[in-house]
């Protein structure tokens, strides 16, 4: 993938829903506490989607790109490329975004594509983490970010934050905690990744302190 600038880091967000996480990213960024990067373009598979609204609003080209009935994953993917490809993207950043990728997509944009996970992977694996954790009675839970990988919810972890569960927690006030703990996370995550702090070794993700 060609970079068109040597400092900013170009970022593409992958949505399907509500958007809160892409919130963060847009409010951390209008603090300018993102680092060293900008959110070129938001994608969307689903055009109904609340934030399509919330990148319009702060002014973010938008792209809907649906998965038509009887699609292809590989055309689907193929037209996802193009506009990642198309503006220069360096990172993707999956917010919500219910498709999983093909393998050649994945593989290509390996260590510059990352996910965010309501749970302290590898447990509670899938789209309902939260209910599951909950449900299991764990009484620590939390929220992951990783690079994807072919995998699902298996790529090498670049932070995780616990979220404890009390007594008093319903499914509702721990998807509320957890939620609060990804609009944190998220953003932090994304800024070592455009200040270049973030190394895969393997399995694992070093973050390395630069002055
Ligand atoms: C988040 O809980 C995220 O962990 C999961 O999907 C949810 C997206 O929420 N992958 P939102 O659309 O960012 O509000």
């Given at each position: 993938m060609e970079k068109a600038d040597n400092s900013i880091i170009?970022?593409?967000?992958?949505?399907?829903?509500?958007?809160?996480?892409?919130?963060?990213?847009?409010?951390?960024?209008?603090?300018?506490?993102?680092?060293?990067?900008?959110?070129?373009?938001?994608?969307?598979?689903?055009?109904e989607a609340r934030a399509l609204r919330r990148a319009r609003e702060a002014g973010i080209p938008v792209k809907v790109v649906e998965k038509k009935q009887g699609m292809s994953r590989e055309v689907f993917d193929a037209l996802l490329r193009e506009e990642i490809v198309r503006e220069k993207i360096d990172l993707i950043v999956l917010a919500g975004f219910m498709r999983v990728l093909g393998e050649k997509f994945v593989r290509e944009f390996k260590g510059r594509m990352m996910n965010i996970h309501p749970a302290l992977l590898p447990g509670f694996k899938g789209t309902s983490a939260i209910e599951d954790a909950f449900n299991y009675g764990v009484k620590v839970t939390g929220v992951t970010v990783h690079f994807?990988?072919?995998?699902?919810?298996?790529?090498?972890?670049?932070?995780?934050?616990?979220?404890r569960i009390e007594k008093s927690d319903t499914i509702g006030t721990l998807e509320e905690?957890?939620?609060?703990?990804?609009?944190?996370?998220?953003?932090?995550?994304?800024?070592?990744?455009?200040?270049?702090?973030?190394?895969?070794?393997?399995?694992?993700?070093?973050?390395?302190?630069?002055?």
């Open positions: 170009r970022i593409a967000v992958l949505v399907s829903g509500n958007g809160t996480n892409l919130q963060a990213i847009i409010d951390a960024q209008a603090k300018d506490s993102l680092g060293p990067c900008v959110v070129k373009l938001v994608i969307s598979d689903n055009p994807v990988d072919e995998g699902v919810d298996s790529g090498p972890i670049i932070a995780q934050r616990e979220v905690k957890i939620h609060r703990t990804e609009h944190e996370l998220y953003p932090e995550a994304i800024r070592y990744f455009a200040e270049g702090k973030l190394k895969i070794e393997g399995r694992k993700v070093k973050v390395i302190s630069k002055k």
